[in-house]
């Protein structure tokens, strides 16, 4: 038993260190997108938000498709590969990574009339889609190395290439701002895809030992190992990007570009502000999950320790962002967009369950599964664009919040029902028991905040953070009382 404890010590101390690091890379590209979202927010208004996110999320669309999501394949053929196959295997996987974006480039290039009519309603915005078919090239090689870094465990490398990216986007996007107004969306969008290129490639990942010559036969027939598992999260990534970008149309025509700028703004700040605790501790709980992935008993106690870790990270920061949401609101974007509020505020909530489902998810990707992978993230899509289209309806704003929530707990009953049926898993009972205690007591939090303002959710915010803690000193101190 105090072997065991001394094991998850030393799991829980390497995990947060890797946390760390990439939570500090998150806060400066947090600090970035606070400062980029400020100046679009005054300077071109809701509509620029609107814009900014229209584009966006077409990019995003093009960009899951075209690269075949090879990333998360690349990470585990990476964890698997035995030491002396690595150069080889990164020299094919860079030569994928530069086939797919060009291949994107051109489909995005064939698509941009079309794109805009869907979008816009009209062809006036096709030039916008032509020039981000350099976007679509650049990110696909940047996302691509990305991944080989995260799967030879070079986070530091990794870490410096992120950090310089955003830093370099921020600056040149800054002045295209101020002179070109709206017009300068599209240019900042490629700002921020050709800096990110070129810090991945200042900072490319190292690779020991020498790199031998390999035929384009051989580069196609070892990349299937790795793009068998793409393709199909290719199609979910599509379908989950398809989702955001549907339904921004929709939002777009039923209500206009403002209102859809400010559901852009709030689904960002949930997503991406919160998303940084899920974004730094999966850079190395992929890669982890896949070397012990044939043994369940390892999985099992893998899936159970992360989820109990962050559950216990998430908690003060649901419930701090529960109570300060106006505060944050008003900080990061302006007094005009207050308007989310309700939306923000239920559906940070749905982040308790985001994180619990997200673990359980990649079990199956670290099982090699991708046909079961690609049914419940589809399945995943047909619940959010049903919720969202059925709560907007008739809630307005607020609905998105409520639909934001309902999903990710219909999300996480998939996943744990694929996990304990097609492999078995059982779950430890403290991992069971800590998600269903944060999601109540945040869901107290939201109500005590609607009720008596932002002082009525004070309580629990500190509760939070005592519990956190708490339960963090208990993991990270078991090791020193064991003499470790």
């Keep these: 038993m105090a072997q065991t404890i001394k094991r998850h010590s030393t799991l829980s101390e390497r995990v947060l260190k890797i946390m760390g690091i990439f939570s500090g890379v998150q806060i400066v590209s947090i600090l970035c997108s606070i400062v980029r979202t400020k100046l679009v927010a005054v300077w071109l208004g809701p ?38 196959a690595i ?70 490398g990794l870490a410096r290439a992120t950090t310089g990216g955003v830093i370099l986007g921020l600056a040149v996007s800054i002045p295209m701002y101020w002179f070109w107004g709206l017009d300068s969306i599209v240019p900042s969008l490629l700002a921020y895809a050709g800096a990110t290129w070129l810090c991945r490639g ?53 209500a206009g570009t403002e209102t859809a700028g400010f559901y852009q703004a709030g689904f960002t700040l949930v997503n991406r502000y919160v998303g940084l605790v899920l974004t730094a501790i999966g850079m190395e709980y992929l890669p982890r999950l896949s070397q012990v992935n044939a043994s369940a008993r390892r999985v099992r106690i ?125 779950l430890n009972p403290m991992a069971v028991r800590l998600p269903l205690t944060v999601f109540a007591v945040c869901v107290l939090a939201a109500l005590f905040r609607s009720g008596w303002g932002w002082w009525g959710a004070v309580p629990l915010t500190f509760l939070s953070l005592l519990v956190s803690g708490f339960g963090l000193r208990r993991l990270l101190g078991s090791r020193r009382a064991n003499g470790a």
């Design 47 to 84: 509509t620029g938000i609107g814009l900014f996110g229209l584009y966006n999320s077409a990019l995003e669309t093009i960009g899951s498709l075209s690269q075949m999501s090879m990333g998360i394949g690349v990470v585990r053929q990476l964890a698997v590969t035995p030491r002396q």
């Design 87 to 156: 150069p080889r295997l990164v020299r094919i996987i860079r030569r994928w990574g530069i086939a797919l974006g060009i291949a994107g480039a051109f489909v995005t290039l064939a698509l941009s009339p079309w794109l805009s009519r869907f979008t816009f309603g009209d062809s006036s915005h096709t030039p916008g889609f032509v020039a981000l078919s350099a976007a679509v090239l650049m990110i696909a090689i940047s996302n691509n190395e990305s991944a080989v870094f995260q799967g030879m465990k070079q986070y530091a």
């Design 202 to 254: 200042v900072y490319r990942a190292r690779v020991e030992g020498p790199v031998p010559r390999i035929s384009a036969r051989e580069t196609f027939t070892t990349g299937k190992t790795f793009a068998v598992l793409g393709i199909y999260i290719t199609v979910t990534t599509f379908a989950t990007n398809a989702v955001s970008y549907i339904f921004m149309s929709y939002l777009n025509m039923k």
């Design 302 to 426: 893998f899936l159970s320790h992360e989820i109990i870790l962050i559950l216990l990270v998430m908690f003060p920061v649901v419930t701090l962002f529960v109570t300060a949401d106006e505060l944050i609101v008003r900080v990061l974007y302006d007094a005009e967009f207050l308007v989310m509020l309700p939306f923000i505020t239920w559906a940070v909530i749905g982040t308790v369950f985001r994180a619990w489902s997200w673990c359980m998810a990649f079990v199956i990707l670290a099982r090699n599964d991708g046909k079961m992978f690609l049914i419940t993230e589809l399945a995943s899509s047909v619940v959010a664009i049903a919720l969202n289209i059925f709560f907007y309806d008739r809630w307005g704003i607020a609905g998105l919040g409520y639909a934001y929530t309902l999903w990710y707990i219909a999300y996480t009953l998939i996943v744990w029902a694929v996990c304990r049926r097609r492999y078995g898993m059982r």
